[in-house]
């Protein structure tokens, strides 16, 4: 059978759609929405071909209205976590064998699926369980994974088109093997991008797969995998599995054949599992790629020269749209006292324009946070505010559960730069915010620098060059995505690669080649056509 050497399609960012009212993609939308709302869905283990149920279940409820059940899922045992390993690890060879080509295809067919007829199946999944509202939904569960299938698989073909020069008489060439052994992808509520992206991104290279799932997105994971098998997923590469966090990574780390860990998450859960790997690295037969994107305390911080209202909008749509949920969120803004007075009241001016309630609604702005334990953790911060004399509460400032974890916008005003609400990841929709004195424009941005363990996202606003040329320099350590200005939220895939360094992550930039590298171990072939037959050389001559 002929072969040749294969370009992929050019990958282009998948185009927002509107649901402005009227357009039909509004209507299908929400016609999708009051179908999973009104039926339940019951979701299995997904072990090689097997869909397991074990019968131990957990109910999943939407967050703006915890009362009512759309669907539950089973909860795996150890034997069920020992049996996706060996699954997957089954499965491997035939999977690492299958020409790039092929793998390249599935995926570009699973981005098709989602741009197509998934799309509103990934959008109101991920607007029930995850309680975003439908502009959030589009721009992470349908456009945004899209991007990662589609720029992946670009890359790809980039990582093994680059070879190695060669000379006379000699063949140097570099083959990107998949890690020997298996991937253990865990992934996040907050982004349904990437929840699928981690697996997909491993297994495109020829990798297995076990994945686990966050619990607050198994309904959105479930669209995922159905998704995957439609596209053509040989059973076994990935293999997704729910229940115990802790006895699923213990198990999964005790393998011998534990190659990497894809993860995004928090950053205690990545530094303890980063632990237990040091811990087991005499049982491994490599030793294992460590990928985490982990938490933040992003930054704005205004110049006074800076523009109230550009600065005043990136605070409501930084630290505010979906809840403040995003890694990438501001939570911590640091503005001059010359202009802080006349942004704040526009900030202000934001929030009482907001609406909150249930994604249904498309005009609600505002939807509830994600569980009951974050609801809790946000108002423990609010009422401490409410009592310390360094902050101030000067909009939002009041939750309900009643219903959902409905928690109002809040910002909070601090007398204080290390105030614990300038420190502390509190993911969720309150920011603090601190007004420096115009004149120690130099020592705030070290002040920006030093606050938080953090370093994921950060932006500067200033219609200064110097002083942008100032914070670019001081800040290069405090932000792996550095904005200017600009709100620190809205990473897109082949434009932004995302990642941060510190408390952060491991830095491996997903939406980019520099991630893909991380999931293959190359090899060098040297072929010499005409062998030396003696050893001698001419240096040797007499």
Known sequence: MGKGFFQVPVAVN??????????????????????????????????????????????????????????????????????????????????????????????????????????????????????KNIFQAEIDSACEIIDFLRFNVQYMAEIYEDQPESDKGIWNRVEHRPLEGFVYAVTPFNFTAIAGNLPA???????????????????????????????????????????????????????????????????????????????????????????????????IVAHPSAIEQQVATAISRGAFEFQGQKCSAASRVYLPKSKADAILELVKKDIDSFKMGSPEDMSNFITAVIHEASFDKLAKYIDQAKEDADAEIIAGGTYDKSKGYFVQPTVI??????????????????????????????????????????????????????????????????????YVNDKPTGAVVGQQPFGGARGSGTNDKAGSKLNLYRWVSPRLIKETFVSPTDYRYPFLGE
């Not at 995998?225 to 966090?245: C, L």
């Open 413 to 482: 005003l601090t007398t204080n730069p290390k105030y614990t609400t300038m420190e502390t990841e509190l993911f969720g929709p309150v920011v603090t915010v601190y007004a420096y004195d115009d004149e120690k424009w130099e020592e705030t941005l070290k002040l920006v620098d030093e606050t938080s363990e953090y370093a994921l996202t950060g932006a500067v606003f200033s219609q200064d060059r110097y002083a942008l040329t100032q914070a670019t320099t001081v800040l290069q350590n405090a932000a792996g995505n550095f």
């Open 14 to 131: 998948e185009p927002i759609k509107s649901y402005a009212p009227g357009t039909p993609e509004r209507a299908t939308v929400l016609e999708q929405y009051k179908a999973y709302y009104g039926s339940t869905v019951d979701i299995p283990l997904y072990i090689g071909g097997e869909e397991i149920k074990t019968g131990n279940t957990r109910n999943i409820t939407p967050p703006h209205d915890h009362q009512h059940v759309v669907g539950s899922y089973h909860l795996a045992e150890q034997s069920h976590v020992e049996k996706a390993i060996s699954t997957a690890l089954e499965a491997k060879e035939k999977w690492a064998a299958m020409p790039w080509e092929q793998r390249a295809a599935i995926f570009l067919k699973a981005a098709e699926l989602i741009s197509g007829p998934y799309r509103d199946k990934m959008n109101a999944a991920t607007m029930i369980a995850q309680s």
């Open 201 to 299: 991104s491993a297994a495109l290279m020829g990798n297995v797969v076990v994945w686990k799932p966050s619990d607050s997105q198994i309904f959105s994971a479930k669209v995922i995998v159905d998704v995957f098998k439609e596209a053509g997923v040989p059973d076994g590469v990935i293999n997704v599995v729910y229940g115990d966090p802790a006895m699923i990574t213990d198990t999964v780390l005790a393998s011998p054949d534990f190659a990497g860990i894809h993860f995004t998450g928090s950053t205690t859960v990545f530094k303890n599992i980063w632990t237990k790997i040091g811990a087991n690295i005499n049982t491994y037969k490599t030793y294992p790629r460590i990928v985490g994107e982990t938490g933040g305390k992003d930054f």
